[in-house]
Nanobody
Framework: QVQLVESGGGLVQPGGSLRLSCAASGSIFSIDAMGWYRQALGKERELVAGITSGGSTNYADSVKGRFTISRDNAKNTVYLQMNSLKPEDTAVYYC??????????????WGQGTQVTVSS
């Protein structure tokens, strides 16, 4: 069984910073990619940032230049450094992993979500 455990969410003032962490554990053969999604109230879930096992990254236009995704492959952990936070960044942030739990099983797994609130 695979689990993704997130941490680092909370309340921060506009212009502040937060760092989210997500560690994957359990039966993991390999991880192809990990990423962060977010869902604000009344809106659809959207991709914030993603990173492959080789280190390639992609970001939503709304967070480019402010957020940085990184990955520690040895620890099966992905991070999201969020700087210059805006009220529009307020959402529940979800960790995502595209991985193989065995040589023949590949699937997508999600964390439980962590609330990020940007408010003065």
């Amino acid at each position: 069984q695979v689990q993704l455990v997130e941490s680092g969410g909370g309340l921060v003032q506009p212009g502040g910073s937060l760092r989210l962490s997500c560690a994957a554990s359990g039966s993991i053969f390999s991880i192809d990619a990990m990423g962060w999604y977010r869902q604000a109230l009344g809106k659809e879930r959207e991709l914030v940032a993603g990173i492959t096992s080789g280190g390639s990254t992609n970001y939503a236009d709304s967070v480019k230049g402010r957020f940085t995704i990184s990955r520690d492959n040895a620890k099966n952990t992905v991070y999201l450094q969020m700087n210059s936070l805006k009220p529009e960044d307020t959402a529940v942030y979800y960790c995502n992993a595209d991985l193989r739990s065995s040589w023949y099983r590949r699937g997508v797994y999600w964390g439980q979500g962590t609330q990020v609130t940007v408010s003065s």
